[in-house]
């Protein structure tokens, strides 16, 4: 191998990607774009949902109740309608989220002990919004109930001359306490996700790209006709980008902690050594896509029929555990994957290699198997 | 003679792709500092044997051998002795002129000690002394072939293969770049080149005529048109000779097929 030979392109590749403003500005805005959005927008959490209190009862009661969802932080009152159509109106325009219709008598039936219903309208098409909503509202009216039935015990007990002024309701109190993430925040389990994301577009992209573009404009002929050993032409093509990619990498973490507030419990440079092993199957992977595409166009569709399904299968925004168990064994052979459970665990767990070291091992041998099978496919002959 | 008086030999030399045959049974020898020209319509099979010989294609039979050189079993050593343009220009425009040979000159590891002197070598062949600086896209035509040709041989390989080198470049670069050639050839390089300009078969000393991927004529272009010369054609020139040969081929294949 000469170093050289691996040097002069090198030197050529990044005086090419940085002189060119769109190349330059294709490295690090679409990322930085990318990961605000995912960091402002992709967010799954429920909070001040609009609600349309519907209330045939108009009594102490039912406002002591529509008081309990106004003072939890997930829904807002916007609008009281006085009939089901406005209310109805209201559902179809999307106006409101959800609606609560609270029936006559619901005081009387409450006063006199007598079981009583409310009812709840969600609008369902999206069905985790609708799904997490209707938790939280049987959450507050069990809340709301249980404290009814605490007050009626009471004055019961009064009435027969007990001497207890107020007791406490048996039950079994849940404690709940959240690890890794105990806010509760998607964003939390996004961001380490979009690393990988990123960085696999970034790297796999400017690689297929670099080397597509020289067969199109046809220096690539005159490459091979070069003493070049394919093995520097591949190093030379790809090193520029992982330093790239790398460097993507580091700004989102530092972005992340900054902006985003994400937790990074883990070890950087854990997280530097698993990005540099997964690096050698993006990399490879946008050889393989250079071998088989002539002209830019084939290779950007080649790299998003990779990245598609591989996107779809890493766990980033759907879990594995909730995929149909055929499914599951496909995943097993992406290793987005298992970069993805790497990041999620340094950034949220701070998980250390005694835990992650399978995901390693699964990372190194892909990069392994892949970069080979790449450079066995990468000849220096046209036919 | 010295083992190297034939710098290019071809010995019976097939390539196929599928059934289409692109070089059927070639057989010739280019000799030391000779200016070989290659020509034929498109499609003759011309791009394809010097992409053998460049080794950028393995042969489907035949021998070919370049500067000593097995094209089949020693295609980095034969990178190593030859230069090569295309007629596709072959640089990279978003560099400079002097980016772009020292790029080469990196690649094809000319020795340090020469390299200043392999630079100012290519720009005053190019004549581009003046625009070391300019970014290579905004040269005329003409400029950036001379660039090209300037640095497909930083390295001083012994044959340089040009394959339709002027094409797309106007008459007075054309003759521009054939003085190059002369001056190369002059200083012991050999010359393969291929063309379908035939005022341009004038300037080589041979000539091969190839027509759907055999070799159908060869010799100096004094020689093939002296075979022409007749009462009616006193003074046959280069593209009479290539119509005539091309016809005659023509009426041979349709005879022999009735």
């Given amino acids: 191998m000469n170093f050289e030979r691996i040097r002069e392109i090198i030197v050529k590749e990044l005086r090419q990607s940085f002189r060119e403003p769109r190349t330059r500005a294709l490295m690090f805005i679409p990322p930085i774009i990318q990961f605000l959005v995912f960091g402002f927008v992709v967010n799954l959490d429920v909070e001040r949902s609009k609600l349309a209190w519907y209330d045939q009862d108009n009594s102490p009661a039912s406002r002591e109740l529509r008081a309990s969802f106004e003072s939890s932080e997930y829904f807002i009152v916007t609008n009281t309608p006085s009939n089901p159509a406005e209310l109805q109106d209201l559902m179809d325009r999307e106006s409101v989220h959800s609606g609560v219709v609270v029936p006559p008598g619901f005081a009387e039936d409450l006063a006199r002990g007598r079981s009583t219903r409310i009812q709840m309208l969600v609008e369902g098409t999206n069905s985790n919004t609708a799904s997490i909503l209707v938790n939280y509202a049987s959450d507050i009216v069990r809340t709301y109930s249980s404290g009814r039935m605490v007050d009626l015990i009471t004055q019961k007990r009064m009435a027969r001359g007990g001497q207890i002024a107020k007791m406490q309701a048996p039950g079994i109190d849940l404690q709940q306490r959240v690890w890794f993430n105990p806010e509760l925040k998607s964003r939390n389990y996004f961001i380490p996700g979009v690393a990988v994301n990123i960085i696999t577009i970034v790297t796999l992209m400017l690689t297929a790209m670099a080397i597509v573009r020289e067969k199109e404009i046809g220096t690539m002929e005159q490459l091979m006709v070069t003493p070049i050993k394919p093995i520097e032409l591949m190093l030379g093509k790809t090193l520029p980008f992982a330093v790239v990619g790398l460097f993507d990498l580091t700004l989102i973490v530092i972005l992340g902690i900054l902006v985003f507030r994400i937790p990074f419990a883990g070890n950087a440079f854990l997280l530097l050594g698993a990005s540099i092993l997964f690096l050698f199957t993006t990399l490879g992977v946008g050889i393989l896509i250079s071998t088989v595409s002539n002209t830019q166009q084939q290779a950007n569709l080649s790299t998003f029929f990779f990245f598609q399904p591989a996107f779809m299968l890493s766990g980033f925004a759907f879990p594995i555990r909730s995929m149909p168990e055929p499914v599951q064994w496909l995943t097993m052979v992406n290793p987005l994957r298992y970069f993805v459970e790497i990041c999620r665990g340094v950034f949220l767990k701070g998980s250390g290699f005694d835990v992650l070291w399978p995901q390693f091992a699964a990372l190194a041998v892909f990069g392994f198997c892949i970069i080979t099978f790449s450079a066995l496919r990468f000849h220096k002959r046209l036919d | ?258």
């Fill in chain 2, 1 to 258: 003679m010295t083992p190297h008086e034939n710098t290019v030999i071809i010995d019976k030399l097939v390539k196929r792709f599928g059934d289409f045959v692109a070089v059927d049974d070639v057989s010739l020898t280019v000799k030391r500092g000779e200016i070989f020209g290659f020509l034929g319509p498109n499609g003759a099979g011309k791009s394809t044997t010097i992409r053998i010989l460049c080794a950028l294609l393995a042969p489907t039979s035949g021998v070919a051998t370049v500067a000593g050189y097995d094209v089949a079993r020693e295609p980095e050593a034969v990178k190593l002795h030859i230069g090569y343009m295309s007629q596709k220009f072959s640089l990279y425009d978003d560099l400079t002129v002097g980016e772009n040979i020292e790029f080469f000159s990196g690649i094809y590891g000319v020795p340090r000690d020469i390299r200043d002197e392999r630079r100012a070598y290519a720009l005053r062949m190019a004549g581009l002394e003046e625009k070391e600086q300019t970014k290579t896209s905004l040269l005329a035509g003409g400029w950036k072939q001379r660039l090209a040709l300037g640095c497909a041989i930083l390295h001083q390989p012994p044959v340089v293969f040009l394959d339709e080198p002027t094409s797309g470049v106007d008459p007075l670069a054309r003759r521009a770049f054939w003085d190059l050639i002369n001056e190369l050839s002059h200083a012991g390089h050999t010359v393969f080149v291929t063309t379908h300009y035939m005022e341009e078969a004038e300037y080589c000393h041979r000539v091969a005529l190839m027509y759907r991927g055999r070799v159908i004529s060869l010799g100096t272009p004094h020689d093939l048109r002296k075979q022409l010369r007749s009462d009616t054609l006193p003074e046959p020139t280069m593209e009479d000779v290539f119509v005539s040969m091309i016809e005659r081929e023509d009426a041979a294949l349709a005879g022999g097929k009735s």
